[in-house]
């Protein structure tokens, strides 16, 4: 008998092309078979979930937000950091929506020329309806804590933008750009869930949707750039390489820091805005460690180059990699 042979018809093009249909598939039965709406499977009306039922549960929960553990906020009476954790939480919520807008913006004009038959218009439409019940509920949270937050900074604002005709031009930017907004807020609110807080339930359910669904949308951008970007010749693989921990970098930033609004309100001396954001070497490792699944994607597309390595390390975002995504961080395990 002679040895099994590859079949004469066999083509690793098509092969991958089908793996990649089959896993946006998969993850567009996802969307179907379990998604949620807000207005439904929130209980705002309850009135446990009325903003100032006690709360104190709005305090900046230690083990989940360096501003929480930071000698500053703990020297803070309790009506005082009630009011600065209402803060800070509506406008995470706040920045979340913006950066849905964005996304969803792009992702329209990205389907617009999408080919007849192609698996990723159908998966898009799923998730851009998904972030419309995103923007509504960050929305609704905000209204119903009732401070009038800024969210992004007025020169991040600008950014939207950009959103459109990079995703039109750069679709491998902008997923990449997709990334470096969901990853920081998918970490953030993962850890907080993690943590065992007894937050306020307003913020426990809007975080559960988000990170129930957002496993997708992150799935999705990571399956993306496992197809085209080895597509692409080796020049531009050179260029994405370079500018993947540019992005990761400015748009991470863009999202975890809070706005210089919020710094003004509270009198928060600029000593605590440094060494929060990003002078310690804890803020740094915690900003770093909001890419250790970028990081292994990276590796795995092969944009981790010698050069590339040199960028993140410049920007101090490198480190370790994670084994699989969403893996916990645990202690030591950074670089």
Not at 46 to 58: G, I, L, S, T, V
Not at 226 to 255: C, D, Q, W, Y
Not at 309 to 325: D, E, F, H, M, Q
Request: glycine residues 6%; charged residues 25%.
């Amino acid at each position: 008998m002679s040895p099994t042979t590859t079949p004469v018809d066999y083509d690793p093009v098509v092969a991958e092309a089908q793996d990649y249909a089959n896993k946006l598939l998969l993850l567009s039965e996802g969307s179907v078979n379990k998604n949620f709406d807000p207005f439904e499977d929130i209980d705002w009306e309850n009135p446990d979930f009325d903003a100032n039922a006690k709360p104190e549960r709005w305090i900046l929960p230690a083990s989940a937000d360096p501003l929480g553990r930071h000698p500053w906020y703990r020297a803070l009476t309790q009506e005082q950091k009630i009011a600065v954790g209402m803060y800070r939480q509506a406008n995470i919520a706040k920045v979340g929506l913006q950066f849905e807008s964005i996304l969803i913006s792009g992702m329209v004009n990205h389907t617009f020329g999408l080919a007849n038959g192609d698996p990723e218009f159908r998966y898009c439409t799923h998730e851009m309806s998904e972030e419309l019940n995103h923007t509504q509920m960050f929305q609704e949270m905000v209204n119903r804590i009732g401070v009038d937050v800024p969210g992004m900074g007025p020169i991040v604002r600008q950014l939207r933008l950009l959103g459109v005709p990079v995703a039109v031009m750069f679709p491998n930017l902008f997923f990449m750009a997709v990334l470096a907004g969901e990853e920081p807020i998918d970490h953030i609110q993962k850890q907080i869930l993690r943590s065992g807080e007894d937050v306020h339930p307003i913020m426990r359910g809007v975080m559960a949707i988000h990170v129930a669904e957002e496993a997708r949308h992150i799935s999705f951008a990571h399956e993306f750039l496992k197809h085209h970007v080895p597509e692409k010749n080796v020049p531009t693989r050179l260029v994405l390489s370079i500018a993947m921990p540019i992005v990761m970098f400015i748009l991470g930033r863009s999202i975890a820091t809070p706005p210089k609004k919020f710094f003004q309100e509270f009198d928060i001396p600029d000593t605590v805005r440094k060494e929060l954001f990003y002078g310690s070497k804890e803020s740094k490792q915690v900003f770093s460690d909001y890419f250790i699944d970028v990081r292994a994607l990276a590796q795995e597309i092969g944009l981790m180059n010698p050069i590339a390595k040199r960028v993140w390390k410049v920007l101090g975002i490198a480190g370790t990699a994670s084994r699989y995504r969403s893996e916990p961080i645990r202690a030591g395990k950074a670089a």
